[in-house]
């Protein structure tokens, strides 16, 4: 059974910060790809950053380009998504993600992540 437990939610103002983190196992991290995905209530989720755990490779959406980072800690089998200048729109539940089957060369494929953490809410204000 594979456990992705985000934590790092929570409220906050206008133009200030949080990091969110995802833990789990080093058999899902390891070499694989890890994003974050954000869902507006009566929404579909949508991917906003991936990271590649072996090779570093990131990508964002553009919605959070330049605000937000994604990194990872190989110590702690840990990914983690530092928002800046957080806006009203970017209020959503938040989830960790990974791949079902480790790093599949090029880049990273959000649409083929399988595991699922149980989402941080994340609001804005």
């Known amino acids: 059974h594979v456990q992705l437990v985000e934590s790092g939610g929570g409220e906050v103002q206008a133009g200030g910060s949080l990091r969110l983190s995802c833990s789990t196992s080093?058999?899902?991290?390891?070499?694989?790809?890890m994003g974050w995905f954000c869902q507006i209530p009566g929404q579909e989720r949508e991917a906003i950053a991936s990271?590649?755990?072996?090779?570093?490779?990131?990508a964002y959406h553009d919605s959070v380009k330049g605000r937000s980072t994604i990194s990872h800690d190989n110590a702690k089998n840990t990914v983690y998504l530092q928002m800046n200048s957080l806006k009203p729109e970017d209020t959503a539940v938040y989830y960790c993600a990974a791949d079902t089957h480790g790093w599949r060369g090029s880049y990273c494929r959000s649409t083929l992540f399988g595991y699922w953490g149980q989402g941080t809410q994340v609001t804005v204000s």
């Open positions: 080093r058999k899902t991290f390891y070499n694989n790809c």
């Open positions: 990271i590649g755990t072996g090779v570093g490779l990131t």
